[in-house]
C-alpha cells in the first residue's frame, strides 16, 4: 500500500547530493549521507555517527533538561553545555552573599559540585521506523478520527513495550513529515546532575542582549554538570552515596583549532522547523505574528532592565527572566527581516504555483486551496491565542495564585515540596516589576485585539475600574498572593479565600477564555491544517523527487554538517570565521553592563602572549533552537566547539535556509579549556579529558 512506499522513497531521495548545507538528519538513517559527509571531508563511518550494536558518538550526547543538548568530556560523565542553558540553576543557587552569576562558580573537587533537584539528561538509546506498526490495522475507509485513535493506541502500545522505569528508560513515537511517517525514540535517562563550573556571567553572556544573535561574538557560553549514577552505573535520584556516571562514549577534545573549509558536524536535539510551511503561514510569521510579539516583549524587557539597573538583588532575581525573554524577542526581529529579505512568501508563491500545475487531476489537486482556507480561519484566532501567551502569562501573580489554587490541599507549611514552591517563587519575585508589566499588558490586550475577541471579563473589568492602573491596584491591594508569608501559612480552612482572591478569579477567567473560546478552534483548525499538510507534504515528495527532504526538528537527535565559513550579510560587510580573546579587549568597557569583563581577564591579557585566543567561530551547519550547547565535531569526530547560536541574518533558517547567510556560532573548545585554567583554575578537570593535537 501507499503508506508503506514512503520510508523507500526517503532513502531513494537521501542518497542524491545535499542543496548546500541544509539539512538535520536523523542518525539512524545517516548512512544514506555518509558519501556525501565523506565527500566534504568527514573520515569516520556511519556506524561511528549511529549504531545500537557498538559504542558510537551518539553515545555520547545527552538530551539536557527540556530543550538543549550537552556532550560527554570524560569518563567519569563530566558534561558540557552552554552557559544559557545551565542558566537558571546556576541562578536557583546564586544569592547577594553568593552571587555565581556575578563571579562565577567552580567546584574544586567533587564534594563541592552542586546537585540540582528537576534537571534530566537523557541518552538515546536507540529509535527505530515504526511506520507500519503505527499504522497496523489502518483502512482507507477509516475517518481521520479513526486513523488518529488507531496512531495513539499503537502508538502506546510500542512505548509501553519499549519503557522501564527500574532502568530509566523512556520512549515516545514522533510523527514525521506531518504523519507520514512514525519513528520510535527510547532514552536512558539520569536524575542526579551537579553544577561543576560556570564562567562570571561577564565571560559566560559577554555582549548580554546588545551581541545576541550577532557575529563577531565574543561569548564564553558554557557551563559544566556531572552526571552521577548509583553504583551499577544506573539513573538514581540524588544521593550522596552516588557516583560519577561512567558513558559508554565520550568525545576526545581537539586542541588543533578550526581554519576556514574545515569539515563541521553538530550532533544535537533541534528543537522546531517548520521548512514545509505554504506562503499562507510564512506571511503571517513574518508580517503579524513576530512584530506583535516583538512589540509586547519591548514593553516586557524595558520593565525589567530598568528595575534590574537599580538594584543588584532585583538584577539577580530577574536575569534569568530577562534572559528567556529576550532571546525569542530578538531572534523573532532576526527572522521576520530574513524572510522579507530572501521574499520568501513570493518565493513560495512560485512553487505553490507550480505545485498547483503539476497537482491537477492527481489527489493533490486542491490541497493548497484547502490550506489557504483553513489559514483564514485560523489565523484570527491564533493571533488572539498567541496574545493571550504574550500578555496574560507573564502577569507572575497569576501564575501563583493559579499555582496554590491547584493544590488539592492547602497544608502548605506542614508540605515540603509545596512549601519549596512557594519559597523559589518568591525568591525571583518583585512586585513593581509584575505590577507594572500587568498595567503594560492589560493596555496592550485592549489596543490591538478586535472588540469581537477581547474576552467578556476584561470588557467587565474596564467598565467597573475605568482604568487598567484602578484595575490593577484592585488587584494587588486586595490579594493574598502579594505576601509570602499569609501564602505560607494557608491551610484547607483557606480554601474559599483563594478560590475569592482576585488574582485566582482574573487568572481563571482568562483561562477559561483561552479554553473555552480560543483553544477549541485553535484545535480543531490546527487539526484540519495538519492533515492537509500530510497531503501537501507527501505531494511535495512526489513532486520533486529529486529533492532531498528530511524531516522538521522536534527535539529528537539530528545530524547536521558543513564547514567553517565566514560571510558577508551586506555590501562591504566580510565577516571572517573564528573571534578572538582581542576582539573581548576591544570591547570591553566598565561603563556597559553587556561588556563589562572581570578584571582577572584584563590583567591575563595584559600580561601578553594570549592575543589571538580563540574565541567562536562560524560555520554553515543547520541548527536551530535546542541544538544549544550541541557538540560541533571535526572530520575525526572530535570536540572542537559548542553551539550556541546563529547569526542575525540567518534566524529565518527554522522556515527557510540560505545558504549565502545561515550559520551557526559555537564557542570554540580552546576558551572554554582556557577559563578553566586561568578563570576557574579548576585545571584538574584536564586529568580525567582526553585531548588530540
Known sequence: MKKFMLPLAIALMAILPARADEGMWLPALISQRIGDMQAKGFKLTAEDIYSVNQASL?????????????????????????????????????????????????????GEELPNPGLTVSFLEYMQDVTAQVLEGYKPEMTEEERSQLVRENSNKLMRAARDESKGLTAS?????????????????????????????????FGGDTDNWMWPRH?????????????DNNPAVYSQNNVPYHPKKFFKISRAGVKEDDFT???????????????????????????????????????M?????????VRIQYSAKYASVSNA????????????????????????????????????????????????????????????????????????????????????????????????FYKDYYQPIDEEIFVSMMK??????????????????????????????????????????????????????????????????FNEWQRNTLRPVVVKLNSKINLAYRDYMQGQMDFQPEKNFYPDANLTLRVAYGKVAGYSPADGIDYRPV????????????????????????????????????????????????????????????????????????????????????RNISLDVRYLLFNIEYIGHAAYLFDEMEFVD
Not at 175 to 204: C, E, K, T
Not at 294 to 300: C, S
Not at 305 to 313: E, L
Not at 367 to 389: F, G, H, Q, T
Request: hydrophobic share 35%.
Open 444 to 509: 496592550a490586550l485592549g489596543e490591538n485585539l478586535s472588540e469581537d475577541m477581547l474576552p467578556a471579563y476584561y470588557k467587565e473589568q474596564l467598565a467597573k475600574y475605568g482604568t487598567v492602573e484602578a484595575w490593577k491596584d484592585s488587584v494587588f491591594s486586595k490579594s493574598i498572593f502579594t505576601d509570602k508569608a499569609k501564602v505560607r501559612a494557608l491551610t484547607a480552612a483557606d480554601t474559599t479565600l483563594v478560590k475569592n482572591d482576585p488574582a485566582t478569579l482574573m487568572y481563571n477567567a
Open 265 to 303: 558536524f553538530v550532533y544535537g536535539c533541534p528543537g522546531s522547523t517548520k521548512e514545509y510551511i505554504t506562503s499562507d503561514e510564512t506571511a503571517y510569521t513574518a508580517e503579524v505574528s513576530d512584530p506583535q510579539k516583538i512589540a509586547l516583549r519591548t514593553k516586557r524587557l524595558e520593565i
Open 329 to 424: 524577542w530578538k531572534k523573532w526581529q532576526g527572522e521576520a527581516k530574513g524572510i522579507a529579505k530572501m521574499k520568501t512568501v513570493a518565493t513560495k508563491q512560485a512553487y505553490e504555483a507550480r505545485f498547483k500545475e503539476w497537482a491537477k487531476g492527481k489527489r493533490y489537486d486542491g490541497v493548497l486551496e484547502k490550506l489557504s482556507s483553513l489559514y483564514k480561519e485560523y489565523i484570527p484566532y491564533y493571533r488572539a491565542y498567541e496574545y493571550y501567551n504574550e500578555t496574560v502569562r507573564p502577569i507572575e501573580i497569576l501564575s501563583v495564585a493559579n499555582m496554590v489554587a491547584s493544590f488539592k490541599e492547602l497544608n502548605i507549611s506542614k508540605d515540603l515540596s509545596k512549601a519549596i514552591s512557594i519559597e523559589n
Open 579 to 662: 573571534s578572538t580573546l582581542k576582539g573581548i579587549i576591544e570591547k570591553d568597557n566598565p561603563d556597559i553592563f553587556d561588556y563589562n569583563i572581570p578584571q582577572v581577564l584584563r590583567d591575563i591579557y595584559a600580561q601578553g602572549g594570549h592575543e589571538d585566543q580563540p574565541v567562536c567561530f562560524l560555520a554553515t551547519n543547520h541548527t536551530t533552537g535546542g541544538n544549544s550547547g550541541s557538540p560541533v565535531l571535526n572530520a575525526d569526530g572530535n570536540l572542537i566547539g559548542i553551539n550556541f547560536d546563529r547569526v542575525w541574518e540567518g534566524t529565518m533558517s527554522d522556515i527557510a535556509f540560505d545558504p549565502e547567510f545561515c
Open 58 to 110: 551518539k553515545d555520547a550526547v545527552v538530551l539536557f533538561g527540556r530543550g538543549c543538548t550537552g556532550e560527554l568530556v570524560s569518563n567519569d560523565g563530566l558534561i558540557f553545555t552552554n552557559h544559557h542553558c545551565g542558566y537558571s540553576y546556576i541562578q536557583k543557587h546564586s544569592s547577594v552573599e553568593h552571587d555565581y552569576l556575578k563571579d562565577g562558580f567552580w567546584a574544586l573537587n567533587r
Open 305 to 313: 532592565k530598568k528595575h534590574m539597573d537599580q538594584s543588584q538583588a
Open 173 to 205: 513515537v514522533e510523527a514525521l513529515y506531518y504523519g507520514n511517517q512514525y519513528f520510535l525514540f527510547v532514552f536512558r535517562v539520569y536524575s542526579d546532575v551537579r553544577l561543576v563550573g560556570a564562567p562570571p556571567s561577564s565571560i559566560g553572556k
Open 219 to 231: 561569548t564564553g557560553d558554557f557551563s559544566i554538570f556531572r552526571i552521577y549514577a548509583d553504583a
